[in-house]
C-alpha cells in the first residue's frame, strides 16, 4: 500500500515539473496544462465522499487493487493523450484513484494491524507519501529532459502494475461488513467532535497551503535564493518531512489530540518567523526543515484520530476527511494567492498564520467533546 501511495503521490503532481512541454506537444497554454491538476482533485473529492455507498459490500481488496488498476490506465492514457480531451479524461481516472484509495487507507490500515499498531502503520503508509512528494517534481523534470513529458508519465504505469501485484499477493480477503450510504458521510458530522475535528482538518490544510504554495516566490523575492538553493531548500522540506512521518507512531500512541493541538501551533510560529527573518538564507533553511518535519506527518495524526473516533464508520469518515483535505487545499491555495498578489507575502503567511491557530483551537475543542461525549 505504501508504494501505491508513492507512485498515487507521484502521478499527481508530475505535472508540476512537465507544464510547459506538455503545453508545447498539445498545442494549450500553461493554464489549460495546469488544469489537469485541477481535474484530479475535483474528482478524488467526488469520488471520495460516494465511494463506500457505491462499492457497497464488494470485498475491499476487490476495490483496492480495481483503483490500483485504474491508476496503472490513468497513467497509460495520460502518456499517449493525443489532445486535451484524453489528458483530462486520464488525470479524472487518477482523480477517482486519488479519492478512493485515500478513503479506505485508514479502514484497511485498521483491518491489517492491532489497535496499537495503527499508528506506525499509517506512518509507514504516509512515508510513501512523504517520499513521492519530495522526488516526483525534480524526477518528472529530469526525465522529461531525457525521455520526454510522456515517457514521464509512462514510468508510473510498470510502478503501479508492480504495486497491484504485490497487493494481490499480499492483502487478506476484506468483505464489507457493512453498507454505507452517502447520508452516512453527512451524517457523521452531526456528532460533535467529528464535526470539531473536520473543522480542524479544513483549516490546518487551508492554513498549511496558503504559504507552502506561494514559497517558491517568496524564497526568490525575499530570501534572495538562486534556483540550486531553491531546490536544495525544498530538499530539505521533503526529507524532515519523511522523517517526521516516520517518527511521529510512538508519539501519538502517548497523547493523539496533543500531537494534533501542538503540530498546528508550532507551525503558525513558524510562518511568523519566516515573516521576521525571511532573508537571512541559514534560518530560513531551519525553519523550512522544522515545518516539513512538523507538518508533513499531520495525516498521520489525524487518521490515527479517525481510526479511534469512528472505529465503525472508518470508511465513511475516510471520505469525509480527504474531501475536506482537498477541499482545503484548494481554497488555501486560492486564498493565499489572492492576498500574495494583492498584498504580498506578509498578508499571506498572516493569514496563515491565523488559520494554523484556529485549527489548534478547534482540535482542542474535538479533546473536550470527546471527553464530555463519547462516539
Do not use: H
Amino acid at each position: 500500500m505504501s508504494l501505491c501511495v508513492f507512485v498515487l503521490i507521484a502521478s499527481e503532481f508530475m505535472p508540476v515539473s512537465l507544464l510547459t512541454p506538455i503545453a508545447t506537444d498539445l498545442i494549450l497554454t500553461e493554464g489549460q496544462a495546469g488544469q489537469a491538476i485541477s481535474v484530479s482533485g475535483i474528482f478524488a473529492v467526488l469520488t471520495s465522499l460516494f465511494i463506500a455507498s457505491a462499492t457497497g459490500r464488494l470485498d475491499r481488496k476487490v476495490v483496492l487493487l480495481s483503483l490500483t488498476g485504474l491508476m496503472a490506465l490513468s497513467g497509460a492514457v495520460v502518456a499517449f493523450a493525443p489532445d486535451y480531451a484524453t489528458l483530462m479524461i486520464g488525470r479524472a481516472l487518477l482523480g477517482v484513484t486519488i479519492g478512493g484509495f485515500w478513503s479506505m487507507s485508514t479502514a484497511t490500515v485498521m483491518r491489517l494491524v492491532p489497535e496499537v499498531s495503527v499508528p506506525r502503520a499509517l506512518a509507514i503508509l504516509n512515508g510513501g507519501n512523504a517520499l513521492a512528494a519530495t522526488i516526483a517534481a525534480p524526477l518528472g523534470s529530469f526525465l522529461g529532459a531525457f525521455i520526454g513529458w510522456r515517457g514521464a508519465f509512462f514510468c508510473v504505469v510498470p510502478l503501479a502494475v508492480l504495486a497491484l501485484c504485490w497487493q494481490l499477493m499480499s492483502l487478506p480477503a476484506m468483505r464489507s461488513e457493512r453498507r454505507s450510504g452517502t447520508g452516512t458521510v453527512f451524517r457523521l458530522l452531526g456528532r460533535p467532535k467529528v464535526a470539531f475535528g473536520m473543522a480542524a482538518i479544513l483549516f490546518l490544510f487551508m492554513g498549511q497551503f496558503a504559504l507552502f504554495t506561494y514559497l517558491r516566490p517568496f524564497l526568490e523575492t525575499v530570501t534572495g535564493v538562486d534556483v540550486s538553493t531553491l531546490s536544495l531548500l525544498l530538499l530539505v522540506v521533503g526529507v524532515t518531512g519523511f522523517a517526521g512521518t516516520m517518527l511521529i507512531g510512538p508519539v501519538l500512541n502517548r497523547s493523539v489530540y496533543g500531537v494534533l493541538i501542538v503540530i498546528p501551533l508550532l507551525m503558525a510560529g513558524i510562518a511568523v518567523a519566516l515573516v521576521a527573518f525571511g532573508g537571512w538564507v541559514a534560518g530560513t533553511a531551519l525553519l523550512l526543515g522544522a515545518w516539513g518535519l512538523i507538518g508533513t506527518p499531520a495525516p498521520v495524526g489525524w487518521g490515527t484520530w479517525l481510526s479511534r473516533t469512528l472505529p465503525a464508520d472508518a470508511e465513511a469518515g475516510g471520505g469525509l476527511m480527504v474531501a475536506t483535505i482537498q477541499f482545503a487545499i484548494t481554497l488555501g491555495a486560492t486564498v493565499g494567492g489572492t492576498l500574495f498578489d494583492l498584498s504580498g507575502y506578509q498578508a499571506t503567511f498572516g493569514v496563515s498564520t491565523v488559520l494554523l491557530v484556529m485549527a489548534a483551537l478547534l482540535a482542542f475543542g474535538a479533546s473536550r467533546t470527546d471527553r464530555l461525549q463519547p462516539a
